[in-house]
């Protein structure tokens, strides 16, 4: 600065036009600085940094430039040149140093920021991050920060200890508490939600009271986001997961087999004894020919041995077509190759009622996708209605208005 007085002086320039032309120079000479530091710092620099990262063989450094954590630290040089230079203007000197340092705090709470997200960024490369989600952690470590930052930044501005206003912050606490709730038993839940590795991402839950069934896309410090299988998108509080019921289906998904559970009803006025017409039938079905043989021997034994008059078919043993159809039906499901076959596998029949007989299909398909475990379930009920007036069975169903019309026209004709 002085040597910029005594040049213009030498000029023939005094007094308050010799300041204020020597203090305008000054401010051109430091924003010219500024620029050509900054120029240097992004163009050759970063470049050269950027360079050096994307021809390593590591790919964090990678997220790291993408996250822009070098970009924001770069802005750090204009700053500290300023702040160094506030000397030169002894009135302004507080005011400029009070400035350039809360910019520079700024810039570092946007760094420490980015950095957290690259390091969130880098962990969900890992396949443990679906079991142990950070990012409700990174979270609370972002809400600190700014906390902090800003009372800096406060206690900068008004030249004041940054505990001193801590220690006011104490007579809020219960405001703070109210602010932060939401926050407060997100940390919990998320903690207790990651110990006890009650959801991850990728989980298929279902929660009817918020109407949510679908996928876990993403897991925060207070919501976790589910996309419903027809698009839409459920934010359930993380707290809810914890005080409210939800079902995870990743049991089914890790298992590799997904539970078919369904019956079809079996009018019970067509069950009845097997004729030797049907068994001569049966024993043409590949799934029973072996089944007919061997049960029809010990029917016999049993039949002979107890000395059962046959002139009745209530005496003895005998077959029937449902019991031969139930075999029928679990022979096919275990030669089906989409049926689980190291899970359960169970044909039975349930308390007869209004509706008939219900025969259920008990067993696991071995491929959990949902599309594939539909049409797997649709193919065998298919088949199985297909087939029962082979056994002479018919499913049961209420009358419809074309029964009742064909009960009318029987009528008229007889």
């Known amino acids: 600065m002085e040597f910029i007085k005594h040049q213009l002086t030498g000029l023939g320039l005094n007094g308050l036009t010799n300041l204020y032309l020597a203090n305008i120079l000054m401010v051109l000479f430091i924003a010219l600085l500024c620029i050509a530091a900054n120029f240097i710092t992004k163009k050759i620099v970063l470049r050269t940094i950027i360079h050096i ?9 990678n997220i790291i430039v993408e996250k822009r954590v070098f970009h924001n630290l770069s802005h750090l040089v204009p700053a500290i040149i300023i702040y160094f230079s506030a000397p030169i203007f002894p009135l302004y000197q507080v ?15 946007t760094v420490v920021n980015a950095l957290l997200n690259a390091f969130e960024t ?16 990174i979270q609370v470590v972002k809400i ?33 508490m109210l602010i932060f709730k939401d926050s407060i038993l997100g940390l919990v839940a998320g903690i207790q939600l990651s110990s006890n590795d009650m959801v991850r991402v990728g989980d298929w839950i279902e929660m009817p009271k918020y109407d949510a069934d679908g996928d876990v896309i993403d897991i925060t410090l207070n919501t976790v ?46 069950i009845r004894f097997c004729s030797d017409e049907m068994i001569a039938e049966f024993r043409k079905i590949h799934y029973l020919a072996d089944y007919i043989t061997i049960r029809l021997e010990e ?16 005496n003895g043993r005998q077959l029937t077509n449902i019991g031969v ?34 025969l259920e299909i008990y067993a696991f398909s071995n491929d959990t996708t949902w599309s594939i475990y539909e ?13 029962a007036p082979t056994f002479g069975l018919r499913p049961f169903q209420n009358p419809t208005g074309h029964d009742i019309v064909q009960l009318k026209e029987n009528k008229l004709l007889s």
């Not at 096919?332 to 219900?358: C, E, F, S, W």
């Open 375 to 387: 049409k797997l379930q649709a193919d065998i009920f298919d088949h199985i209605f297909a087939v």
């Open 144 to 176: 600190v920060m700014f906390i902090i930052g800003g009372i800096v930044v406060i206690s900068n501005l008004i030249g004041q200890n940054p505990l001193i206003i801590l220690s006011g912050l104490g007579a809020l606490s219960a405001v703070l």
């Open 225 to 270: 986001k589910v996309m419903n299988f027809d698009k839409t998108i459920t934010m359930i509080p993380s707290y809810a997961l914890i005080s409210d019921s939800f079902k995870n289906w990743r049991g089914m998904q890790v298992s590799g087999g997904r539970r078919i559970k369904r019956s079809v009803h079996i009018d019970t006025s067509s």
């Open 325 to 358: 159809f139930r075999e029928y039906i679990h022979q096919y499901l275990r030669n089906h190759p989409q049926i689980h076959k190291d899970m359960t596998l169970i044909v039975r029949q349930l308390a007869p009622g209004d509706n008939g007989l219900p």
């Open 122 to 137: 880098i962990y969900r490369t890992f396949e443990i991050s679906k079991i142990r989600p950070i990012k409700g952690y």
């Open 53 to 61: 990262v994307n021809n390593n063989r590591y790919t964090w450094d």
């Open 299 to 314: 029917i016999n034994t049993y039949n002979a041995e107890h000395q059962i008059n046959r002139d009745s078919n209530v």
């Open 95 to 109: 005011l400029i140093e009070k400035a350039a340092m809360t910019y520079m705090i700024i810039i570092m709470i």
